[in-house]
């Protein structure tokens, strides 16, 4: 049984940092690509980021230059680190795992605040 359970949102200011987690469960995540999606109010879900089970990275334009994204294989978790974070990046946050079929986890909210 796969399980994400994503952890680090809150509520932040403008200009400020966050760096969200994601633990696995139930599977090795060390040959998986993982993901990072967000849902904004009113808005369709954004792809984030990527890293690849070979460490590639890839982001979006809006996050690119101020986020990144990052595994630890060891701890079976990826990271999101957050910065100069503006009024826009509020969402809820979502990591996924690809594992043939892809995982998703509950998020984990962010609202950045003027």
């Known amino acids: 049984q796969v399980q994400l359970v994503e952890s680090g949102g809150g509520l932040v200011q403008t200009g400020g940092s966050l760096r969200l987690s994601c633990a696995a469960s139930?599977?090795?995540?060390?040959?998986?690509?993982l993901y990072w999606y967000r849902q904004a109010p009113g808005k369709q879900r954004e792809w984030v980021a990527t890293?690849?089970?070979?460490?590639?990275?890839a982001y979006g334009d809006s996050v690119r230059g101020r986020f990144s994204i990052s595994r630890d294989n060891a701890k079976n978790t990826v990271y999101l680190q957050m910065n100069n974070l503006k009024v826009e990046d509020t969402a809820v946050y979502y990591c996924?795992?690809?594992?043939?079929?892809?995982?998703w986890g509950q998020g984990t909210p962010v609202t950045v605040s003027s």
């Open positions: 996924g795992l690809d594992m043939g079929r892809i995982y």
């Open positions: 890293i690849t089970n070979e460490g590639s990275r």
């Open positions: 139930g599977s090795d995540i060390s040959r998986a690509g």
